[in-house]
Each structure stands twice: as structure tokens, then as C-alpha cells.
């Protein structure tokens, strides 16, 4: 499956309270921008400890986080039956493995960046939504390489809103917009977030 790279700071991973707090925000920002039901099956993609999901687990009935970090991952089920909606935890690399279901939306935040390339993921997550589901993805708008201090698996320095929208309109995506999503202050310079919403 390849490096951890959170195997390091996943049992600490909350313990920082801007994330908590940035994340909590995200998960507002998601409920404001699209219409959550209790019977919704949404994913989680790059769930971690399942910060994100906790937010968004009073709306829906049912999210199946998805992560490639073993150590997340194990983070995460320690918080089943604890969460107001089911959880099933699958740990696996989207990018290489398929997961068979169709899902009522997919939910994220500070993934895509971790994402080689970008293009395919986002083809592949319109594959696994209903018609008429949505996607509700939270990253980091163009960063200089600052926001990383140490190796995590970076690919991109944040997106633009441009580049967002291009690559949900070349997946196939409709009703395609990007909105402020919040900002995370660090010592060494402030980095805004995106929020991609769009439609299959």
C-alpha cells in the first residue's frame, strides 16, 4: 500500500485544536452548501481520524470512510458506534482499488493535494455517486510550499478555483461552484481553503 506517512501523528492528530476547529468549519460550510438527509450514504474520502465525518454524521445515516493510512485508519474505528450516524471503515488507496457501491455524496477535506493525479481521482468519484448526488471537497487555495514542513505525500501546492472547476467539469461534474471554506494560520503565514461543490 505504500508509506504511512501520518503513521507518525496519528494518535496525536486531534490534539491540535485549530485542525479540530478548521474541520469542524469545513463540516459547517458542507451542510450549508448542500441538502443533507438521514437516509444519505455518503463517503468520506481521505478521512483520517474522521474529524470531517464527525460533523456531518448527524445528518446522514450512513458514511463509509475511506483513508490509505493504516494508522489513521485505527484512529477512526475506535470512534465506531460513538458517532450519531453507521460507519464502516475501509482502508484502502482509491486511487488503485475500486470500492463497488454508489454513494449519495462524497465529502473531504485536505485530500486532493495528496492526490498525484488529480484528474483521475475526480473521474473516478463521478462513477461512485447517484445521479444527483454531489461532491463537497474542502482543500488548500495555491500555497507557495510553505503549508508543509515535512513529507506527507504532496503533490499539488493547493488549487486554484480555476483549476477546481476544471477538473470537476472534465469528470463530467454539473452545478460546479467554489466557495471560501476558511483559513488555517500557521507561524510562518496564513493559508485560505477552498470548498468545491458540484453535482453528478
Known sequence: MGKDFFAHKAADYEKNRQ???NI??????????VTLKPDMHLMD?????????????PYVGKITAVDISPSMSEQLR???????CDLDVVE???TTTDVHKLFDGV???????????????????????????F?????LATEDGSFHQEDTGVYHLGFSKEELLSLAKGAGFKQTKVVAAGEINKPYGDYPLWLLVARV
Open 107 to 133: 465529502i473531504s477535506s485536505m485530500t486532493l493535494h495528496h492526490i498525484k493525479d488529480a484528474a483521475a481521482i475526480f473521474k473516478k468519484l463521478h462513477g461512485m455517486i447517484k445521479v444527483g448526488g
Open 135 to 139: 461532491i463537497a471537497l474542502a482543500d
Open 19 to 21: 485542525r479540530v476547529a
Open 78 to 84: 475506535k470512534k465506531q458506534g460513538a458517532l450519531a
Open 92 to 94: 484502502v488507496d482509491l
Open 45 to 57: 474520502f481521505g478521512a483520517g481520524t474522521g474529524l470531517l465525518l464527525q460533523g456531518i454524521a
Open 24 to 33: 469542524h468549519a469545513i463540516a459547517e460550510k458542507i451542510a450549508e452548501q
